[in-house]
T-cell receptor, first 118, second 116 residues
Framework: AQSVTQLGSHVSVSEGALVLLRCNYS??????LFWYVQYPNQGLQLLLK??????LVKGINGFEAEFKKSETSFHLTKPSAHMSDAAEYFC????????????????FGQGTILTVHP | DAGITQSPRHKVTETGTPVTLRCHQT?????MYWYRQDPGHGLRLIHY???????DKGEVSDGYSVSRSKTEDFLLTLESATSSQTSVYFC???????????????FGPGTRLTVL
């Protein structure tokens, strides 16, 4: 069963507009979640991570995400989009194995491509 | 940035030829992973390693093999490349220590492989 679902494979916003990228997770995943960003022709870079310390997590480049257990969501937001935010964004969660032997494996969502228009 | 390099960065090969991709890390992390990235599929795990000489299959391991003879190097081999293996391949590392800890991964720059 898919443990991480990103709603919307493409999101388009105008520069200065709110960015909202959606991620829902399976309630069976361990309580750690990640957002990664991938700029064109580059590897993935960690944007932010939820590690149970606080439900609102701030990341790099003005992004933040809120962990909502009741909604099993971890949506990524940024108040004002910038042209440089154009990239693909991935939500990820640890795999959950019986006995905890996940070996650090992650399950990734399908990705959301963010386009920012001038 | 985590010290992860991949080589080659680009490769074009023909169907049926063997191909080996290399991932090299300088972080001394125990766990290493190979993914492939294809449009519409996100990242899919091919193989992973949890120590020297310790490897296991991931979600899409058919047609691929791996080896890890030392901590810093993790090799991915396509024994006989097929056009369906045209993809971008990423290596990642993790310092995961115990089941109760979070386990972010750090990614290499990727290798773009084209199989004609």
């Amino acid at each position: 069963a898919q443990s991480v679902t990103q709603l919307g494979s493409h999101v388009s916003v105008s520069e200065g507009a709110l960015v909202l990228l959606r991620c829902n997770y399976s309630s069976s995943v361990p309580p750690y979640l990640f957002w990664y960003v991938q700029y064109p022709n580059q590897g993935l870079q960690l944007l932010l991570k939820y590690t149970s310390a606080a439900t609102l997590v701030k990341g790099i480049n003005g992004f933040e995400a809120e962990f909502k257990k009741s909604e099993t969501s971890f949506h990524l937001t940024k108040p004002s989009a910038h042209m440089s935010d154009a990239a693909e964004y991935f939500c990820a969660a640890p795999e959950r194995n019986a006995g905890g032997t996940s070996y650090g494996k992650l399950t990734f969502g399908q990705g959301t491509i963010l386009t920012v228009h001038p | 940035d985590a010290g992860i390099t991949q080589s080659p960065r680009h490769k074009v090969t023909e169907t049926g030829t063997p191909v080996t991709l290399r991932c090299h890390q300088t972080e001394n992390h125990r766990y290493m992973y190979w993914y492939r990235q294809d449009p519409g599929h996100g990242l899919r795990l091919i193989h992973y390693s949890y120590g020297v000489k310790d490897t296991d299959k991931g979600e899409v391991s058919d047609g691929y093999s791996v080896s890890r003879s030392k901590t810093e190097d993790f090799l991915l081999t396509l024994e006989s490349a097929t056009s369906s293996q045209t993809s971008v391949y990423f290596c990642a590392i993790s310092g995961w220590r115990r089941p109760s800890s979070y386990n972010e991964q750090f990614f290499g720059p990727g290798t773009r492989l084209t199989v004609l």
